[in-house]
């Protein structure tokens, strides 16, 4: 942070420890509340009136996102400047849902063109698949495998579920782990005249995609023969030359380009797997909804900018508050893989300690993410959230209308929302908790032994986010909504949301490590992972 955003902090921090942080007692001081902390981005409503931020502090947090400089790092992103620094690189995500005839510069050059061309190319291809008239060996495509890991597979993963309402083209399968339960499962289920694989790989290079893609080549060849290779594949990389080594068709390779980050490829050919599942049309309103969410990060004031809101609820939190995690809660079964997609999108983006230039903060950066669908958490680490000793503020996620309507399964879910986050916010005093047992006829003894364990603390802070419906749309919204969230994030914590140098150093003695595995000698380690090696040696060959 600059020392000017870091002396606002100290005032947030000073103000919550003269003001106090009761939630409960913000809504009767300010009638207005709802409308006074609540925010539309199009169709979609977001809540942040249970959480303890009240209009000074809201004034105080808008002031740490202008001195921290949102307003001009966001224009620098939009405009093609290179600030993810550290890898020399512009970060221009959005281009990818532009509409096509905009003009987006990269290095002097209009990329729309090539944006434009690989897009159409995508959907000529998804529709020849999904009206049968790209055929495998075998007949019509029935299945797609879609094989990558991290931003080559949790994008898509993620969308084609939470889309699966939409769903009317081939089966979809997701190969990520080098596990080879993950492929030979998959294989099982597939046959291999009727199936296409989709090698999704920015780089070409990435070990456990490289090693499932050898695996399901092998497979196609020994059940087809050398020459169905290229039929049965496809590639959505950016190295192209090692697309083609692979044996893959020029005209099945779907590029992109290095100033589109691994998890913010989703909307690039890395999303040829949901575009097959839910056809061009449908992929189209998925990509229209983010470009919404651009529009309105790019003009509206910071006081009703949506994603800038909400990093702003997360600064207050984390930095204000110190809370160490946060629980996003989709109530919306098809979003089950959304808290995993953003455990990407927010841990590997700002769980950074480093700054730009290169110092180490000296504040908290990125919060653990993590998450279930409702109502199944509730029924499990809820516990933890109400009455637990850490405070971990929430994310609920509520569509107001079922794309799966039947009796009243949707009124009920809606209501369970609603009653935690109220729930988290009132609490239960012991004293409450007493007179409920005392109204049950519990003996005195009885009531002061079970009273405090069934009391609640309260005041834990919860955003809601309530849209239409869960369309092709909304989905494009509520992903880019959160990526600009981290970005705003990133940004007033001074750190590069772009790169993801930590996860390299694992890769790297995995490399070391493997000829130790297979026998072939190498470097001594340390005296646990001589260990581990010697006793995984006598079970192997016990
Ligand atoms: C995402 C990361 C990472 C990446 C995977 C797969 O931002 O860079 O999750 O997407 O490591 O990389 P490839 O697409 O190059 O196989």
């Not at 529709?127 to 994008?155: A, E, H, P, Q």
Request: overall charge negative; glycine content about 10%; hydrophobic content about 40%.
């Amino acid at each position: 942070m600059n020392p000017v955003v870091h002396a606002t902090i100290d005032l947030l921090k000073t103000y919550r420890a003269e003001q106090g942080d009761d939630i409960g007692s913000l809504f009767a001081e300010d009638g207005a509340r709802f409308d006074n902390f609540s925010a539309k981005c199009g169709d979609l409503l977001l809540d942040y009136s249970k959480t303890a931020i009240d209009q000074r502090a809201k004034s105080l947090l808008l002031d740490v996102a202008r001195e921290a400089g949102v307003e001009a790092r966001r224009e620098d992103m939009f405009a093609g400047a290179s600030i993810n620094v550290t890898e020399g690189r512009a970060v221009h995500h959005m281009a990818l849902r532009m509409p096509s005839g905009s003009e987006v510069m990269i290095d002097g050059q209009n990329v729309m063109k090539d944006v434009t061309a690989v897009r159409d190319a995508m959907a000529a291809f998804a529709n020849g698949v999904r009206c049968g008239s790209v055929k495998g060996g075998g007949g019509v495509l029935t299945d797609i495998v879609n094989i990558g890991i991290g931003g080559s597979d949790l994008g898509p993963a993620m969308a084609t579920l939470a889309l699966a309402p939409y769903h009317d083209g081939p089966r979809v399968h997701f190969v990520s782990n080098i596990d080879g339960a993950d492929i030979l499962e998959t294989l099982a289920r597939v046959d291999a005249g009727t199936t296409l694989f989709v090698i999704a790989s920015k780089t070409f290079t990435t070990q456990e995609t490289m090693t499932n893609a050898r695996t399901a080549r092998n497979w196609v060849v020994e059940k087809l023969g050398e020459g169905a290779v290229a039929d049965h594949f496809v590639a959505l990389s950016t190295a192209l030359d090692k697309t083609a080594e692979f044996g893959i068709r020029d005209d099945r390779a779907f590029g992109f380009w290095d100033w589109v980050g691994g998890r913010y490829s989703v909307w690039s050919a890395i999303g040829l797997s949901l575009m097959l599942a839910i056809g061009p049309e449908n992929f189209d309103d998925f990509l229209a909804g983010a470009h919404a969410v651009d529009e309105h990060f790019c003009t509206m004031p910071l006081e009703e900018n949506v994603p800038v809101l909400m990093a702003l609820v997360g600064i207050y939190h984390r930095n204000v508050c110190g809370y160490d995690a946060k629980a996003v809660l989709p109530y919306d079964n098809h979003l089950a893989r959304f808290p995993a997609y953003l455990q990407q999108l927010d841990m590997e983006s700002n769980g950074k300690g480093v700054t730009f230039d290169g110092e180490q903060v000296d504040w908290q950066t990125g919060p653990i993410v993590w998450g279930e669908p409702g109502t199944n958490g509730q029924h499990a680490f809820y516990q933890l959230i109400h009455q637990g000793t850490s405070v971990i503020p929430a994310d609920f996620l509520v569509a107001a209308e079922a794309n799966n309507a039947i009796g009243d399964h949707h009124e009920k879910l809606i209501a369970n929302a609603f009653a935690q986050t109220e729930a988290l916010m009132r609490g239960k005093s012991v004293e409450h908790a007493a007179e409920e047992l005392r109204k049950a006829g519990k003996s005195e003894a009885e009531i002061e032994r079970l009273a405090p364990h069934k009391a609640f603390p309260g005041n834990r802070p919860t955003c809601t986010f309530l849209y239409p419906k869960l369309t092709p749309h909304m989905l494009g919204m509520l992903i880019a909504l959160y990526e600009h969230k981290v970005f705003v994030q990133g940004t007033i914590w001074r750190i590069n949301s772009f790169d993801q140098w930590g996860v390299e150093l694992g890769k790297e003695l995995a490399g070391e490590l493997l000829p130790r595995i297979l026998g072939e000698g190498g470097e001594t380690r340390n005296a646990s992972t001589e260990g581990l090696l010697a006793a995984f040696k006598s079970m192997r060959n016990g």
